[in-house]
Structures are given as C-alpha cells and as structure tokens.
Antibody
Framework: QVQLQESGPGLVKPSQTLSLTCTVSGGSISSGGYYWSWVRQHPGKGLEWIGHIYSSGTTYYNPSLRSRLTMSVDTSKNQFTLTLSSVTAADTAVYFC???????????????WGQGTTVTVSS | DLPMTQSPSSLSASVGDRVTITCRASQNINNYLNWYQQKPGKAPKLLIYAASSLQSGVPSRFSGSGSGTDFTLTISSLQPEDFATYYCQQSYSTPYTFGQGTKLEV
C-alpha cells in the first residue's frame, strides 16, 4: 500500500528557509485523483492545513503562509517538497505530508499520512 | 477561512461507553466533513469521510452523521485503544480547516 515519509532538517535558524521532502512509495505520485498535502501541528496544538500540489504542479497554498510558501513535485523521484522562507519560532511544529483523495469531490479526504517530522526554529 | 468548532474539548469516559463528539461549521458545508483520530506522537488516522462513510479498515463502532453545519462522530462502545484526540475537518473549500480537537480520556 502507499506510504509517505517526510525528510528534512530538524533544526532551522530564524530567518532561514525550511525545506522538507515527502517520498511516496508503493504507488505513483502521478496517479490521477490525488493531491499531495502538507499539514502541520504546533506543539500541543491542533492541525493546520498548509497546502497541496497536484502531480502537474498545480498548487493551492493557505493564505496565512502564501507569501513564504512554495511547493513542488518531482515525479521522477516520486517526491514532493515544501519550502517555507523567513521562518520564525512560530513555524516550530511537526510537519506531516498526506495524500488527499479527490476522485469524487464530496469525498475529498486525507487518507494516507506520513509519520511526521519535527522542525524546530531556533538559533 | 471556514472555522470549525468541536465540542466538548475534552471528555472523560469508560470502556464500553457510547460517546458522541460534535462538530459545527460556520457555514453550510453539505457533507464535506471528515473525522480523524490522533494518538500521541502519531499521525492522524482517517476514520470517517463525507460525513458518514466509514474508511476502509476502521471498526464499525465508529459512525458519523450530519449535514449542512452540524455533524457528530459516535463511538458505540468505547475500547481501550479509542482513547485519543479526535478532529473534524472540512473539505468544502480551501484552505481546509480542522476543529480544535476533542481529547477523549479515561
């Protein structure tokens, strides 16, 4: 079955750029009917949807992060990435990648998740 | 954004209890409502999608109902492994938003 795995630095300095990669295994990122999402969770808090990308490169970003956010997809490596610039302590969180099923619009859902990676922003 | 409000924020229950968690949307979202379970240190797990459809592999003691603005997640008979935090999520419009979570405790 499809599995997702996040990777990236656990520690980023303030004002620098955070880059995370999600590797998809057990299926193709180019399969139709799926968006590829990022969700984060601040320490002890709830879930925040960051944005998603389709295999064609079409993206939607949460407006709260749009000015600092870039997502990309590499179909040859079966990976998608998140890049967040000018990070601050407020970006310290666990970052999850997830598969979003979109075959039927009303049934959109995040059905497969990575285990999450902890990112700390600190000097 | 489309705020989602869950109640209660926390809930004490016992094994075998029937439990209901409520989620309210700030506007009509039809059936675009999903429920997730999260245990400490783990990723969320999809339980219910489109308000009432049970995700494959999820025990039938979990059920969802509702439409429009008001939704419920029901666990018919709590099992020890069900103690966790539960989140609702609207997929009606981007940015998708989650409820603040309901922590289910012994």
């Amino acid at each position: 079955q499809v599995q997702l795995q996040e990777s990236g630095p656990g520690l980023v300095k303030p004002s620098q750029t955070l880059s995370l990669t999600c590797t998809v295994s057990g299926g193709s990122i180019s399969s139709g009917g799926y968006y590829w999402s990022w969700v984060r969770q601040h320490p002890g808090k709830g879930l925040e949807w960051i944005g998603h990308i389709y295999s064609s490169g079409t993206t939607y970003y949460n407006p709260s992060l749009r000015s600092r956010l870039t997502m990309s997809v590499d179909t040859s490596k079966n990976q998608f990435t998140l890049t967040l610039s000018s990070v601050t302590a407020a970006d310290t969180a666990v970052y999850f990648c997830a598969r979003e099923v979109t075959v039927i619009v009303v049934e959109r859902r995040l059905d497969v998740w990575g285990q999450g990676t902890t990112v700390t922003v600190s000097s | 954004d489309l705020p989602m409000t869950q109640s209660p924020s926390s809930l004490s229950a016992s094994v075998g209890d029937r439990v209901t968690i409520t989620c309210r949307a700030s506007q009509n979202i039809n059936n675009y409502l999903n429920w997730y379970q999260q245990k400490p240190g783990k990723a969320p797990k999809l339980l219910i999608y489109a308000a009432s459809s049970l995700q494959s592999g999820v025990p039938s003691r979990f059920s969802g109902s509702g439409s429009g603005t008001d939704f419920t997640l029901t666990i018919s008979s709590l099992q020890p492994e069900d103690f966790a935090t539960y989140y609702c999520q609207q997929s009606y419009s981007t940015p998708y938003t989650f409820g603040q979570g309901t922590k289910l405790e012994v």
